[in-house]
């Protein structure tokens, strides 16, 4: 158990942090899902209008320290290759 004032603020910071972080990374696999819904359905217009809408969501992440750059880059690689083939 935490004993000095430093490490409890540190456990409650840490508590509140993990709630957000995980909001926003359920947001953004929101976006992802939205994207595949669309692939799915084979209207191209339509994943392309949510792929538009998820790049930002996804940028917002890596900016925030939610995912790793690399993880980003490989999902919206992955997500536009599959749009462009429709």
């Known amino acids: ?4 004032p430093q490490a409890r603020k540190r456990i409650r910071r840490n508590e509140r942090r993990a709630e957000i ?24 217009s339509a994943a ?8 930002p969501e996804l940028a917002r992440g890596v900016a925030r320290g939610v995912l790793h750059k690399n993880t ?3 999902k919206m690689s992955r997500l536009s290759k599959r749009v462009a083939a429709l």
């Open 1 to 4: 158990m935490a004993n000095t």
């Open 21 to 44: 972080n995980g909001n926003r990374l359920s947001r953004i696999r929101t976006f992802v899902k939205k994207v595949e819904a669309a692939l799915e359905g084979g209207d191209k």
């Open 48 to 55: 392309a209008e949510a792929l538009k809408a998820a790049q």
């Open 72 to 74: 980003v880059a490989r």
